[in-house]
């Protein structure tokens, strides 16, 4: 057996109500309309499949909500196939809004939606078929007459007794045998006399006459079904009719009339009430604000039909009882009264809402349906159905004059809510979509800002991919992005306090390979920054040298060769991309120089410690004998172990030093080969390599110092300094003085040893 679907909840259709808006400019808005009506009610039925005997009150306002919308989205597609369509102007236009209306809620209360009477239980269940219960239905199938249980009274009697006067039994089962005896039936006949009389109403309020008619006649009342009938040939539209009036139609509300007013139930009284036009009878059994607003749209409705094709002059037609008038002149009226007179039950503060919107759709009030639903403070089940809702009236394919003055902000507004709900809800990948259709001035902002919110990498990319398909302005937004994480680079002697802002800008221009130039100088700027103030750790995530992508490296490492790559555009500025290329080397040069050089002097600090032998009178042999065997061998073997790590990491930091000190002549390390006029960044270079180079001349110094090529030290250092003019330059006045004392220590260190003052051995002469 198949397991059974979970219920389709309010958050579950997201993706089906973009997919309806995609085709809003191809298909047309209503078929729009229909598609995101099918999918409320789908939602609706879902719900109501899964629901238990006893649903719970979350899931029975789920289902309210999602057939209120249902009926609402069918609603603008019928009303306004008439309101926007080709037949506005027509002469029977008046007509068919009136059908169109009075359709629309008998298809509400046949399928659950708005909660009309004819709704049956919580769940909007089918409406004849829940009134009556179905047990009940069937005996009354099963029975040969229609009063059973008084035909078994009356055949115990003796033949032809007549009833007693005042309530008695009937003595006889014709129709009219209550009536005429003034006598009744057994009361378990009239009680499902009752039932039946409610479904029939309920099939009546939902616009089913055939499904009426059939449950009289299965039931045996077939002149109640003879007597329903007479309104068949009055059901046609009113371009059906074609002008021809139909002559015995006002016998026939007036038949219904004198029906309605002899009748004793209330349901009874209030179908021929309804059928013949005396309007007040029905009103008793209208229970919700759709059961209302139905009978006043169908007295408004019968009026005008009966008054155009439903009188001849050669009819007479008895004056008592009478027809009565409307109970209001429109529609405007009418919902006037059911504001004020709170006749139907109290509802949720949602589906008054809902209310509020269809009254105003059926008034063809769009510009104050859009202000309503712009100022809409909703859950958000509904907040999804005012954002699409208000894109039917003002999509940007929509003509701009059908929403009306002033309600660019409300839609503005609406969608604005929407677009929060859908980024705290997660859906990321349908922000786009929506943004997309906010005027073009608010797109940049709204989407830049709904980026800068995203932390995960990948799902940036994919917000990019899909700004991209919705037509967003990219590039302007990717500026946007990079502007409000960070400022451009402060000057000289101006420290950001915000580093992680500037990286994420950064990090934000590597997502789109268009921008990998425009990526590499942003992060050539902040790499100067961040080696001015010695910020090794954070140029390190521009570089690449140690982080990677999982320990917050910034910069991808294919980002120079996607540069690299642009040299071949004609339209590229080859002299700009060389210079960035050649800066950003040089810096990671130095970076990896200083990484590898720092972790040489961390390791100094960690070396073994020798422990001293045990001696003395005081000496044990115990003590003796486990420095001997233990503690010796342990530290002999963490010596060694470190020397190797010491040697190993010196190697490599000298390596990087001396290619940084030994960096190509021309240009020289941080040197344009093609200048430009960039006086600041012209400055900062300059202040770098004044302070990086002689930094690396110390730092070699010192590993020099710290190894067993001291020997070296003072003849490599002090040659490679003198003899480059352009390195000697960079030292200043107490820098050199620094370095010359420096040599001067290690010199009178190498006195100490067994080579000469020049730090040659005299073996290797």
């Known amino acids: ?199 029939v109403w309920f099939a009546l309020r939902a616009g089913d006459l055939l499904r009426a008619r059939e449950l009289c006649r299965a039931s045996k009342r077939f002149w109640w079904s003879a007597s329903l009938a007479g309104c068949i040939a009055y059901c046609h539209s009113p371009g059906e009719l074609q002008g021809n009036p139909e002559p015995y139609r006002a016998l026939w509300r007036h038949a219904c009339r004198c029906l309605a007013r002899e009748a004793h139930d209330h349901c009874e009284q209030a179908i021929y009430g309804l059928l013949g036009g005396m309007w007040h009878a029905a009103r008793g059994v209208c229970i919700t604000w759709e059961d209302h607003l139905w009978l006043y749209s169908k007295a408004l409705y019968e009026t005008h039909l009966h008054a155009n094709y439903g009188t001849t002059e050669d009819v007479i037609v008895p004056a008592d009882p009478p027809a009565e008038e409307p109970p209001f002149a429109d529609f405007a009226a009418a919902f006037t009264h059911l504001r004020a007179s709170r006749l139907y039950e109290a509802h949720d503060e949602s589906r008054d809402e809902f209310h509020e919107l269809q009254a105003m ?61 859908l980024n705290e809800t997660r859906h990321y990948a349908l922000f786009a979509l929506y943004t997309s259709l906010l005027p073009k001035t608010k797109q940049v902002r709204t989407y830049s800002q709904f980026l800068l919110g995203l932390e995960d990498r990948q799902l940036r990319q994919q917000c990019l991919i899909s700004g991209e398909h919705a037509g967003l302005p990219m590039d302007d937004i990717r500026s946007a992005v990079v502007s409000d994480v960070a400022p451009p680079p402060p000057p000289p002697g101006e420290l950001p306090d915000a580093d992680e802002d500037a990286l994420r800008a950064v990090e934000w221009l590597c997502l789109d390979q268009e921008s990998a130039l425009r990526a590499l100088l942003q992060a050539n700027a902040l790499l100067r920054t961040f080696l001015e103030r010695d910020k090794l750790a954070l140029a390190d995530r521009l570089t690449g040298v140690e982080a990677t992508m999982s320990t917050g490296l910034v910069l991808p490492a294919e980002t120079p060769a996607l540069v690299r790559a642009r040299a071949a555009d004609p339209s590229a500025d080859a002299a700009a991309l060389e210079d960035a290329l050649a800066e950003f080397n040089a810096l990671k040069a130095y970076v990896r120089a200083s990484l590898h050089y720092a972790h ?166």
């Not at 040969?144 to 006889?172: D, H, K």
């Not at 859950?379 to 660019?408: D, N, R, W, Y």
């Not at 990491?649 to 240009?667: C, I, K, M, N």
């Open 600 to 765: 040489w002097r961390e390791l100094q600090a960690l070396r073994p410690v020798a422990l001293e032998a045990p001696a003395g009178e005081g000496a044990r042999y115990s003590e003796t004998l486990v420095y001997e065997r233990t503690l010796r061998p342990q530290y002999e073997t963490a010596e060694r172990e470190w020397r190797e790590r010491a040697t190993a990491f010196a190697e490599e930091a000298e390596r990087d030093l001396l290619a940084l000190l030994q960096w190509p002549v021309q240009p020289g390390w941080l040197v344009d080969e093609y200048p430009y006029t960039d006086e600041e960044r012209a400055g900062q270079l300059e202040r770098l390599r004044r302070k990086c180079l002689p930094d690396a001349v110390f730092m070699l110094h010192e590993l020099y110092a710290g190894t067993s090529r001291s020997q070296r030290a003072l003849c490599d250092v002090a040659s490679m300094v003198a003899g480059d003019e352009r390195l000697l330059s960079l030292f200043g006045r107490e820098r050199l003085r620094a370095l010359l004392r420096a040599l001067r220590t290690t010199s009178l260190g190498v006195l100490d040893t067994h080579a000469d003052p020049l730090g040659i051995d005299p073996l290797c002469r």
């Open 1 to 199: 057996m198949a397991e059974e679907q979970a219920p389709r909840r309010a958050g579950d259709d997201y993706e089906e109500y973009a997919a309806a808006l995609r085709e809003f400019t191809s298909k047309g808005r209503f078929a729009y309309a229909a598609a995101l009506a099918d999918l409320a009610q789908q939602r609706g039925d879902s719900i109501r499949r899964a629901a238990t005997s006893v649903p719970d009150p979350k899931s029975v306002k789920e289902r309210a909500t999602a057939m209120l919308e249902s009926s609402t989205w069918k609603l603008i597609h019928d009303l306004y196939q008439i309101h926007l369509g080709d037949g506005h102007a027509a002469e029977d236009a008046p007509m068919k809004i009136l059908k169109a209306v009075v359709n629309w809620l008998e298809h509400a209360a046949g399928h659950g939606g708005g909660g009309g009477s004819g709704g049956g239980d919580a769940f909007g269940s089918d409406a004849a078929d829940d009134a009556m219960d179905d047990a009940v239905f069937r005996n009354l199938q099963e029975e040969e007459s229609y009063w059973p249980r008084t035909l078994a009274v009356l055949e115990e009697q003796p033949p032809n007794v007549p009833a007693p006067p005042g309530g008695g039994m009937v003595s006889q089962l014709d129709p009219d045998a209550a009536f005429r005896e003034n006598a009744v039936v057994h009361e378990h006949d009239q009680e499902d006399e009752a039932r039946l009389m409610s479904s």
């Open 361 to 421: 759709l059926v008034t063809n009030d769009v510009r104050g349906a859009v202000l309503a639903l712009g100022g809409c403070k909703a859950p958000p089940s509904v907040l999804k159905f005012a954002a699409h809702a208000v894109l039917f009236f003002c999509h940007p394919a929509a003509p701009a004059t059908e929403c009306g003055g002033g309600t660019g902000s409300a839609y503005r507004s609406v969608l604005r809510a929407y677009l929060r709900h």
